[in-house]
């Protein structure tokens, strides 16, 4: 464990990440040569099938050329062949450690085609759901930051932890990862009997697991503070720039979340605050995330005490045919900003459906902040975007 | 904070914006409704009026580029967020089956992707772009654009040139 001042001390690397580049005159005189190298697509850091093109000055990189397609699917193509219902299911095969939100990002789009009035208690079985898939997403994503940088044990108790979650939403939808769960106009089935009740007594649990087994454990290892502190460090305009969303934009200050600044469901009647942290590196986003996971328990705990009755599902006739025009849906997932478009022509499939997912935009900074750094920087960075190979290929 | 977030309440900012667009360009289509500033400009006049709202009306992000191909013409969308509840919505038709327009990279660098990812899906060509290449598809030997109606997904693709 570091003591607390070694903890706080102020990073070592001076200056920008690309200023430690050997400079190109003493290259010439020397005739140092430059080296290419493929990193993945098969790579156990690479969160799924990613491929970097990486040009290296020692173990400097100098240039990363990320190459993406290997688990293209055309989701979107195939959204246009479908009717409007039988879409819900294949954005669960977007994002598959955020699977909730992708369904919420896109059933929004057509409620607003539709203009759609959902009963109170589907939206607040919608922000529950939501916030139990941030828990269970945001918890193993400390654990892969850890895995990557060579620490064991993190993933082990984030696994723990997201296995009892997903065992409630096994309970609620009854699957364990592809849930489709939310409907057009509502989800699909009520809650089971006493199910609150539990989440209840397992969340007084997590707050004493959490702190002990992962916050405990990861902010005083000296593995995390020597790999994250300084790494891929970010001013808030460049990442504005490179189009980085959720806790990497967090980290840097800028204080934006989907959840505050353009309210869905029921996000607008819950008290939370959003945090932020002006570090903009690794370490700023991980210690976002951890912010985070207290803010959801908080969620959760709101949305159990106000739980209305009432039915979960709004009576929109058994065809969907949206006016022509455009539909939006805007949702925070646990990567940022998820956002669909659906275009209607009023017939009963959509004539285009757009997904906007984090992962692809905030894998641009791959190109911008990771030259300079050195080859074993790229795990953490990728930790930091915590990219799934699902969304960025769609 | 470095960055400054716009104040005051959503209704007089959009507005704001709405002014701001129509008085620089000389916009005729353009209307608040909700949260949402919607305007219709010519394709030429893209960069300039992305350019307006980054500058001088302070809209800081570039959230997608949504392009539609309806046969015959393509509608652009791009979606700028103000991050305080506003929406700047700024919507333009290129006519014709070979869509070319300006790039927005130097304006807004995310951009850079997205359409990269439209001229993959779409064909569509953006003049000024620094690294025009395909996201998802293969770079050689394959000249499709699949998210066009004209791509029909129950016909089998060849790669040409490729044994």
């Known amino acids: ?394 | 904070m470095a960055v400054s977030m716009p104040g005051g309440d959503v209704a007089s900012r959009l507005s704001g914006y709405l002014d701001g667009l129509k008085n620089r360009h000389g916009l005729e289509e353009g209307e608040v409704e909700g949260n949402v500033v919607r305007v219709v400009v010519a394709p030429e006049s893209v960069p300039q009026v992305l350019a307006t709202a980054k500058a001088q009306l302070k809209v800081l992000h570039l959230s997608f580029i949504t392009v539609v191909d309806w046969e015959g013409s393509f509608e652009l969308t791009y979606e700028l967020l103000d991050l305080r509840g506003g929406t700047v919505r700024v919507k333009t038709v290129i006519e014709g089956t070979e869509p070319v327009i300006g790039s927005v990279t130097s304006v807004y660098p995310t951009a850079n992707w997205h359409e990269r990812e439209a001229y993959d899906m779409f064909g569509v060509a953006f003049r000024g772009h620094p690294d025009l290449r395909r996201t998802y598809m293969w770079q050689d030997h394959f000249d499709h654009h699949p998210l066009l109606k004209s791509f029909d997904i129950s016909t089998k693709r060849t790669f040409e040139g490729l044994r």
């Open chain 1, 1 to 394: 464990m570091l003591s607390e001042e070694r903890r706080n001390e102020t990073v070592a690397l001076d200056g920008t990440a690309s200023e430690r580049l050997a400079r190109p005159d003493i290259r010439s005189e020397f005739g140092l040569e430059t080296m290419d190298m493929n990193m993945g697509p098969q790579h156990p850091a690479m969160h799924g099938l990613l491929r970097l093109i990486l040009e290296l000055d020692g173990e400097t990189v100098m240039r990363c050329d990320p190459v993406m397609g290997y688990l293209h699917r055309s989701q979107e193509k195939i959204a246009e062949n479908r009717m409007y219902p039988a879409v819900v299911p294949m954005t669960d095969r977007l994002d598959y450690f955020a699977n909730i939100h992708n369904e919420h990002g896109y059933v929004l789009a057509v409620e607003d085609l539709l203009d759609a009035e959902l009963p109170p208690r589907a939206e607040y079985i919608r922000v529950l759901m939501s916030e139990l898939m941030r828990l269970a997403s945001h918890i193993p994503s400390i654990g892969f930051l850890m895995l990557e940088l060579g620490a064991f044990t993190p993933i082990l108790y984030a696994f723990r932890e997201r296995e009892r979650i997903q065992n409630f939403l096994e309970a609620i939808t009854g699957a364990r990862m592809m849930f489709h769960y939310f409907r057009i106009g509502g989800v699909k089935a009520d809650l089971p009997p006493g199910i609150l009740e539990e989440i209840s007594e397992y969340l007084d649990g997590l707050e004493g697991r959490f702190q002990t087994d992962t916050v405990d454990l990861v902010t005083g290892s000296e593995i995390y503070v020597a790999r994250t502190k300084g790494v891929g460090r970010m001013t808030p305009e460049q990442a504005l720039d490179i189009g980085v969303t959720g806790p990497p934009l967090r980290g840097t200050g800028v204080d934006f979340d989907i959840r505050r600044d353009y309210p869905y469901s029921v996000y607008n009647e819950l008290d939370f605050d959003v945090v932020t942290d002006d570090a903009g590196d690794v370490a700023a986003s991980y210690r976002v995330r951890i912010g985070e996971v207290w803010q959801s328990i908080r969620i959760i705990r709101q949305v159990i005490e106000k739980m209305p009755e009432g039915p979960v599902m709004a009576d929109l006739g058994r065809r969907l045919r949206p006016k022509e025009g455009d539909g939006f849906g805007r949702v925070e997932s646990p990567r940022g900003e998820y956002a669909v478009h659906v275009v209607s022509d009023g017939s009963d499939s959509a004539y285009r459906v757009h997904y906007r997912d984090p992962s692809f935009c905030s894998m641009q900074l791959l190109q911008e902040v990771v030259p300079g750094h050195y080859l074993p920087d790229i795990m953490p960075i990728m930790g930091m975007i915590d990219p799934v190979s699902g969304g960025w290929d769609k």
